[in-house]
Structure formats: structure tokens, C-alpha cells
């Protein structure tokens, strides 16, 4: 409609003009008003309102742009009901992460207050999940070949990463990494109230599987950094030491139904333990430790998380720990340190030996996984290829049917990786030949694997001292960037007479004088 006195033309502009404006205010509402102001400023009038909630709702697409990264519902092209989940999303993050405190009044809202404790309450596990969408956003597939469904799922971390980014730019673990600051998630790590001394062997809890202890264990960079990690609170060392040198019958590696769930309870122990070692003034690889440039400690994955995926660093830094066998038995018994008896004291790989206080492993994936090369005696000791039996099927098919999460068990010989390595022992050199077998997801977070390998020795005519074979057997982290687990001296016997201690290794970039092959910026010879 014409307005009297006013050219149509100039009219069409003053339109154009109105409507640039109304872009430029929405989009400036995206960006710059905080949470709180929005909320405030939507309550104003119907224009306001009309102005956030207007456009299909493209405004809280911007500003969960703005926050986290591609999430998982559009790449998987559900196009239809993305805005609407956008909305939905970016309120139940901010509102978990405690950015904002109730403003957007969700039902079942983390309060700022959330303090973590078992990780079983509702308002623990709300969270919990937020924190897995952020790290994945992967759902657990519904079947049992899971491999085959999951291979091209991409998580939402990284998903406009590529690999070699560092990780801090994925919002999301940049949001993850603020949150852990504010609670005490990483900072209740194995204070679950339980005296694991007063356990008899198999009271021990292994098949305590919590997502609580599952993101504990996938933010371990977290808890090896000095910045506010220094280790002050030494509480709970003691059930730590028992636990990294327990057998593989007492404390086995994999559990669960379909033994391949991570003994995550486990696992959490062996990173308090090597914490205690590495960031604990006055142990004797503390300022090894602390002395080493940052990209040369535990550092996050630098890429999309995936399931099964095919890539293995190059370079290890790490250490192993061990005392005399007649003191694994005290260790074991719960007596170091209790009684009359002394603390017994753990030798670390290295901790004399000042100019390599970390052992240094290079591990490549071999071209061809032709099992029928691969050493039997390394086998008979390991049983890398060899798949962990269901202990109770019909419980499994049972789950399975009732629609729940499958234990997607994953053939370890039909879908795992052969790899062979070199080091440096006390001078001695050594070689590794073993093998990663991927695991389901845990918790809903993929990208576990268990290695196994066989460390051993050479003599000048290139044929391997049986006598003198170093059995090793560990989890891999999301991402490939840490592995930590046991080993043990497969002459010595299984069970109560196994001679065993922790072991952990972290993959480190070259470093300037590195003369490796692979040499490159990230120095990881990533396979295919
Ligand atoms: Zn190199």
C-alpha cells in the first residue's frame, strides 16, 4: 500500500531498509544478549518474543552455533525437526553446564549447586548425559552388527575438525573442560566411599560400569595437567597400588556379559595411580614429568571419535611399574603399609635414569593382518585373537529383544589390528609385536580397544629369548592417544601366581630431533 506523499520506490527501500533491520537486531539478540537478557528481553513484548522465536526459530540456531559444534541430529540430515531441536538442546546444555542458572525453567534442570557423588542420582545422570552428548553424541545402536551400523558415525566433538586440529577447538570439549572446572566431577576419582581393603577378592567391584566412571576415565588429559591437578589429596593411593598389581583372574581387564565391557573401576585406579606418581611432589618422576613440553604429556584425541576406527600412533612415551615378587603378595593382601608393615615402595621404569626417566615405544600398524604369521606361544599367552566367551546368552538375548542397548560383541579375530614395535629398555633394546582389538561402546561412548602385546628380545642371530617374554594386556582410550593396563611375566603362571604390575603409554608428537620416517607435525603415522 502506497503512503501518501512518498514515492512507491522509496518506499520499497524503506521496506528493504525495516527488514535489514529486523535481521540485524535478531542476529545481534543471537550474539550478543546473554542467556539471562534474552529470557528478559522475549518477556518485553510480542515483538520481542516474535523476534526470538520467530524465523522457524533460526535464532537459537545461531546461537547453539555459537557454543558447540555440528550436532550429531544433522548430520545425520534429520533436517525437518532440527530448529525445533536446536532450541530444545541449547537450553538443556547451558542449563546443565551452568552457564545460566534456571532461566530457561526446564523440567529436571542441574542446578549450580550439582555436586557429583555415585553418579546415580537423576540430576548426576542428566548431566552425565550432557556430557556424553558432548564428547560423542553417539546413540548406541540398536543391533548386534554394531560394527558394520556404527563405522561411518561420526561424533559431534569434532565435526568440522579434521585430524591434527588441536583440541581445544572443538567447542564442545572447550564447554567439557569449563564444566570440570566448576564441579567436582574429576576431583571425587575414587573417593566412592568404598573401603576396598574390608573386600574379599571377588567383592571387588569390576563390574560396576557406571557412566560417572566411564567420562572419568575419557578425561584422564584432564587429570594429567599441573595447571589446578597438582596432587595434593593422596587418599585413596593405597587401594590404587593394590588394584594396578592384582591379577588377571582377580581383577580381569574385560567383564561384563560378553566380556568386553572395561573394568572401568580398574582402570580409574591405574590413572590415580600413575597421577600419584607423576604429580606428586616429591616422587621421583615428578619433575620428569612436570619438566616435559606440553604436547610431549596425555593429551585429548584430535579428532571425531569413531568406532573401530583403523589408526595407531607412532611414537609412546610412558612407564611401567613393579616391585620384588615376594611384595606383590603384601600388595595384593591389602598389607603395604598397614600393621606394622612398611609401605612398599613401586619402581618405575626409568625413575633412576635421568636422561630417560619414560620408556619410548614406536608402534607402527603392520600392512597385513595374516594371523597365520603371528607368533602361537604369543597367542597361547595373550589370546589376542581370540573372542572373550558370552557368560550368559540368554540374558544378552533377552536385552536384545526388549529393545535395550545390545553388547554388540565384537569378533576379536575377524576384526582387529596387527601391529609391530621397538624400544629401549635400560639400554636393551626390545621389540613388540601385538594387537588391538576394538570394543563395543561404553557407556555409549565408542572407541575402545584392547591391546595386547608381547614384548621381547632378540639375540644376534634374530631369534627371540623365550626365556625372557613381557606380556602385556591394556585399554585404549577414545581416540587412541593413551593406553594403560597390566603386565605380567607369562613364565611365572596366571591367577595368584601371576608376576604383574601397571603399565601406561601416551602418544606424543616427534619431537625436533626426531628422525623418524614419520615424521610430521603430529608425528602419529596414522594407519589407514
Ligand atoms: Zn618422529
Redesign the pocket.
Known sequence: MAVRGVPAESEAVAAQVANLLVIQISHNIAVLLNDKDLVSFRAACKAAQDAVEGDAGALWRRRFFAWFETPQFQLTGQRKVDLANFKVKYQQRKAVLHVIKQIFQIRGNAKPTLSFDTGRRRKEQAALRVLRDLINGVQLPISNHFLEDTANIKTEAFSDKQAGDIQYNSKNLKRVAEFIQKTNILKILGKDGRDYFALKPSELPHHHTSLLYTIQCVLAPLLFCFDDWHMKDQSGFHEAQKMVYLDNITAPILTGLNGQSVNMTWLLKNIQFWRYHFLTVGEPLCPHFEGLEDNQRPDFWASQLRQGTRRLG??WKGSYAFVDRAEIQIIRKGESGQGHNPQIQDKLNGEEDPDSPFQSV?LALCSTDDSSTWNRDFERHLNSLKTPKTKDARTRAQKSATGGPSNGEVDFATSSYRFDGDGNDYEEEFHMQGWLNPLPPQNGIPGWQRVTMMKYFVDKYDSIDMEALWAYEGIMFPGGMIMMGRWWCPTDGVGEEMYSGPFVLWNV???NE???????EF?D?MGV
Open positions: 607412532f611414537h614406536d608428537p616427534c619431537d626426531c628422525v623418524c620416517a614419520d615424521h610430521n608425528g603415522g
